[in-house]
Nanobody, 124 residues
Framework: VQLVESGGGSVQAGGSLRLSCVVS????????MAWFRQAPEKEREAVAY???????AYADSVKYRSTISKDNAKKTLYLQMNSLKAEDTAMYYC???????????????????WGPGTQVTVSS
């Protein structure tokens, strides 16, 4: 399974971005997937999650500002982020939990595969 993110960039506070993650692999529809982010000198944190049935969960820091979705036909995971803040600045990673075995979606150790990341920079 390989993952490649895109869609990052530099935006002003209040702006929007849509991140994409193309996932190779035969069973995309059965994967549980998530977006994580890591800012300089900070730990990687979970941002949003979507399970194989399409149910989503969000970190409090992005709830009501972000939407995670997926397109099974395109094998692509998305993260729409609105009302961006300077504190959203980070490298964003998509991740796959191939067999949906995570005890808690926000644990990074639950994910088998990771993309190289896409940088999001929000200026205030």
């Amino acid at each position: 399974v390989q993952l490649v993110e895109s869609g990052g960039g530099s935006v002003q506070a209040g702006g929007s971005l849509r991140l994409s993650c193309v996932v190779s692999g035969y069973n995309f529809g059965s994967y549980c997937m998530a977006w994580f982010r890591q800012a300089p000198e900070k730990e990687r944190e979970a941002v949003a999650y979507i399970n194989d049935d399409g149910r989503a969960a969000y970190a409090d820091s992005v709830k009501y500002r972000s939407t995670i979705s997926k397109d099974n036909a395109k094998k692509t995971l998305y993260l729409q982020m609105n009302s961006l803040k300077a504190e959203d600045t980070a490298m964003y990673y998509c991740a796959v939990d191939q067999y949906c075995t995570a005890g808690y979606w926000a644990w990074a150790t639950a994910y088998n595969y990771w993309g190289p990341g896409t940088q999001v920079t929000v200026s205030s």
